[in-house]
């Protein structure tokens, strides 16, 4: 994997950048689906590429573990080959979904035992497993096994934890390194800071992460619940203390508003379920502000659900049409909503990026964000 | 409406035609996917066009009067552009949905009294208001409203049944007559055979629906339940008794091989929920046979869904993937089975209308009913 620093913004800290991977180009700032277990929801692949045009899209280690399971994967010749899809893909680690969605799970220095939330399984996940797992998941840009603390978190457990995390990052690079891909294509490790919402431990989680010079850094355990402003805060705090020269990855974040302060301290890659998730409940994102499409207010307005982003489905179905599906219960509400929330975030990272090069970055953030804000 | 007959086969009755309307051409014979409320189901109407090749597709008068409503469809200027459907349409009377879904139901010689499944509220469906509500809708082939009798009815129900559509009938084409179609294209009204499995009601009914000179005639109240020769029986004689120079319409029906035999007794058009429904439920049609999905079977085949027709998703997603979809609950498994089950109806029919021209029908039909019907 590469990165190169094509250009930095001087109002900001926002850059555009290119990570060249051997399932292609990403250019950052960059925003990738979550594709859970394999699949985008309700999201074809020809429709990624096409319609939403992502370059990059996420697979969730611990989904993916529990089905179809690391052995049909290896089969298959890795997540690429298994799910059609020839773009570069990232894989969390697991620990996320292991606090988030497992049962009786039990923290101990070796790694988490859990229980399967499909069918009460009981699993051990490991620093040196799960990059087995996602050696053999096969995704371009891989991510170390880390506890994410609630918040509010107390520092002296956000404190433990962080520590935790560091050491397992320790085994992780250790075991990356011993090990190789599986399917003759590199694939490279991302260590994540933690350290809940206490300054300290994100700068001193931050310089730890640096110093293992790996190809690039992700922040975690943010947007999960504290304020926005704290975010931003932490998010600042980390982009200072870790290297310029290689890819940040805010996980998990967020909102259009979110990623474009969050571009402004320097974050280069994003994720998040909220575009899919959200779509599906009938909120669609747009440049103009928020729709809840099941509003009475869209029955008959037939024009364009956006016309501003190149999108067929977004230019082509109508809003009345829209929420006539969402009211009448029809699969295919979720399918054009989830396409074209995804289209409009692809359509804002890369207006992002046009305006960081064009050193115009900051004063049309400033424009956007309460725009995005609006309720329509 | 304009029908050509361009070939009939030698060694059956099956034909081979073009149907013509102001929104384009229908090769025949022809399946029709079924649009219930405007929207095939987990298929977006690109792939509809691209992937599944769809020439015309169904609307059900019952469901789009209760949901979104004609005034909204009025305003919307009709079916096809309220759901961006460029192509024809056909929209079925609403009969067989008040007969199959609506609570309370009152047959009265006006009309029927019925509750909406969805909210309870009271609505009277008449031969004349099913018309202008096809009318705002605005199909370009539209159906008479008609009783559809149960499998088995009793002779007297049935011949009773029968007479009620009749008179229906006439009202229907008098108000059609005395109507003009809302949005500058024209449309089409079909007449519906019925007469349960009775062998002189069938013929009855099928020479009171040739006189009433229509542009095509459909024939219903099969394939609900009765064996499936006696709907062959059934459907050979009113073909008999209908017009060879306009299309005949068999609705809701059926399997892959229902529909070959069916073409060879002289059917044009084909409608049916099958394709969709089982699909969403893992059951995948080929040209092989019949393939359920959610087997273990299917685990580690890393093969296309089906290489044999010209469909991107049948073509490259493969089993082993659609699989995992389905035991993982993913609505993209949803979409994927039902666009390869609906592209192989339309590859079917197409094979049909190729073996119908170069002569090979019979035979071809012979040797494929069987493998059809396999289960794999």
Redesign the interface.
């Known amino acids: 994997m590469k990165f190169d620093l094509l250009h930095t913004d001087e109002h900001s800290k926002a850059r555009a950048g290119l990570i060249t991977t051997d399932h292609g180009p990403i250019e950052t700032p960059i925003f990738m689906p979550v594709g859970t ?11 990624l590429t096409k319609e939403i045009k992502a370059e990059i899209i996420l697979g969730n280690t611990y ?1 993916l573990y529990l ?2 399971g690391t052995e ?1 994967l290896r ?2 010749g890795g997540l690429h ?4 899809w020839p773009k570069p893909i990232l894989t969390d680690s697991g620990g996320y979904q292991v606090f988030s969605l497992a049962a009786n799970r039990k923290i101990k220095e070796e790694g988490v035992l859990f229980q399967s939330h499909i069918d009460g399984s009981k699993h051990l996940f490991t620093p040196e497993n799960v990059m087995d797992t996602q050696r053999a998941i096969g995704a371009d840009i891989i991510m170390a096994f880390d506890e994410c603390p609630p918040y509010p978190s107390e520092y002296a457990y956000a404190k433990q934890s962080m520590e935790l995390t560091h050491r397992w990052l320790t085994r992780c690079v250790q075991h990356f390194a011993n090990t190789s891909p599986l399917y003759g294509y590199e694939q490279a490790l991302f260590p994540i800071v933690q350290g809940s919402t206490y300054k300290d431990l994100r700068v001193q989680s931050a310089q730890f992460i640096a110093d293992m010079d790996c190809e690039g850094n992700a922040i975690g355990g943010l947007s999960v619940g504290e304020p926005e402003e704290m975010m931003y805060e932490m998010c600042a705090l980390c982009c200072e203390h870790l290297p310029v020269d290689k890819p940040r990855y805010l996980m998990g974040v967020g909102t259009p508003w979110n990623i474009l302060e969050n571009i402004a301290l320097g974050i280069d890659m994003f994720d998040c379920v909220m575009p899919t998730r959200n779509g599906r409940n009938g909120m669609l994102f747009t440049g103009k502000g928020v729709i809840n499409i099941k509003n009475k207010k869209w ?2 307005d ?1 024009s364009a659900i956006d016309e501003d982003i190149d999108c ?2 977004s230019n ?3 809003k ?2 829209l929420r ?2 969402f ?2 219960g ?3 509400a ?3 909503a989830s396409i074209h929330n995804l289209a409009f975030y692809l359509h804002l990272v890369k207006q992002a990026r046009a305006h960081i090069i064009d050193g115009t970055y900051t004063q049309w953030k400033e424009t956007m964000v309460p725009i995005l804000k609006q309720r329509l």
């Open positions: 277990v394999g699949s985008v929801k309700a999201v074809t692949h020809e429709q989904h089905r179809p049909i089969q298959a080959q298994f799910s059609n029955a008959t037939f067929y489905t082509s179905y109508s009345a049409y006539h599906l009211v009448a029809e699969i295919l979720m399918q054009i």
